[in-house]
């Protein structure tokens, strides 16, 4: 059931990564980007891949409401749904400032939660066709082979601090007393990368301020059903519906997560 499941999405992920995205991979116009925020960019890829993935999604699993990141901009009503009994959530382009500028790494993010918890997500790298996907209770899977995080054995760690959305004060306390403690390594700017590098053996620990659900569930899943820890810094589990919630670590073993914890526990 879960290599169908799996068949079908690379499917779904696979056309609709040939027919929106990767077409106007390096080709976009000044009038196909716009800014939705600071530091938050969409363009005509993220709109015409939500619109395919959402209409693709609802016939594989009609029963399960829908929340796409780009829907969700223009109608925050739509953040309602997530806890509902299912829900699909969508980042159709997942490192769209990346996708933007015409250089990787960019994917995108699907997951299926049940009553606020995932139970389903799937991470394409739309250059390589890579798929990370993982099922609750089942596993973390990379081209449907089964993986365990591995931590990189570096010492110190190998640390990816995202410190883009933290206030001034919280960026200091960060930089003057955690990352000292970590090799500090470049943030991707893309949640369809950094997660993968958790469990692959590329990165130790992750630290992110803003938690949007279509940003994380996924990956979140994929870390903790591969052996890793993926939660809240005081350990509370991640829930969809929660997402504005700030505050989230990942890592390659519970071991790395808890000294991470109690390092962000005493700023």
């Given at each position: 059931?879960?290599r169908?499941f799996?068949?079908?999405m690379?499917?779904?992920l696979?056309?609709?990564a040939?027919?929106?995205i990767l077409?106007?991979y390096q080709h976009l116009?000044?009038?196909?980007?716009a800014a939705?925020?600071?530091?938050?960019?969409?363009?005509?890829a993220?709109t015409?891949?939500?619109a395919l993935?959402s209409?693709?999604?609802?016939?594989?699993l009609p029963?399960?409401?829908i929340?796409?990141?780009e829907?969700a901009?223009?109608?925050?009503?739509?953040?309602d749904?997530l806890?509902?009994s299912?829900?699909?959530?969508?980042d159709?382009?997942?490192g769209?400032n990346n996708?933007?500028a015409?250089r990787p790494?960019?994917g995108?993010l699907i997951?299926?939660a049940?009553?606020?918890?995932t139970?389903?997500?799937?991470i394409?790298?739309?250059?390589?066709?890579r798929l990370?996907?993982a099922?609750?209770?089942?596993g973390?899977?990379?081209?449907?082979?089964q993986?365990?995080?591995m931590?990189?054995?570096a010492?110190?760690?190998v640390a990816?601090i995202?410190?883009?959305?933290?206030d001034?004060e919280?960026?200091?306390?960060?930089?003057?007393?955690?990352?000292?403690?970590?090799?500090v390594?470049?943030i991707p700017r893309?949640?369809?990368?950094q997660?993968?590098r958790i469990v692959?053996?590329v990165?130790?620990?992750?630290i992110?301020?803003?938690t949007?659900?279509?940003d994380?569930?996924?990956g979140v899943?994929?870390?903790?059903?591969?052996?890793g820890?993926?939660a809240?810094?005081?350990g509370?589990a991640?829930r969809v519906?929660r997402?504005?919630d700030?505050g989230?670590i990942?890592?390659?073993s519970p071991?790395?997560?808890?000294e991470?914890a109690?390092?962000?526990?005493?700023?």
């Open positions: 059931m879960i169908a799996d068949a079908a690379r499917t779904i696979t056309r609709v040939q027919t929106a077409p106007r116009t000044a009038s196909e980007v939705k925020a600071v530091d938050d960019m969409v363009t005509v993220d015409d891949a939500e993935l209409d693709a999604l609802f016939r594989l029963e399960a409401a929340v796409g990141e829907a901009h223009a109608d925050p009503a739509v953040l749904r806890g509902d299912l829900c699909w959530i969508i159709p382009i997942d769209t996708f933007a015409g790494p960019f995108i997951a299926l049940e009553h606020g918890e139970v389903g997500g799937w394409y790298d739309v250059l390589t066709g990370c996907s099922h609750r209770g089942q973390a899977w990379v081209n449907g082979e993986v365990h995080a931590p990189t054995g010492t110190p760690p990816a995202s410190l883009v959305f933290l001034p919280r960026r200091a306390a960060m930089k003057g007393h955690v990352a000292p403690h970590y090799t390594v470049d893309c949640a369809a990368e997660y993968p692959l053996g990165n130790d620990v992750s992110f301020e803003r949007y659900a279509w994380h569930a996924a899943l994929f870390v903790n059903e591969a052996g820890r993926a809240r810094p005081d509370s991640y519906e997402h504005l700030q989230l990942a890592a390659s071991a790395l997560f808890d991470m109690q390092r962000l526990a005493m700023l």
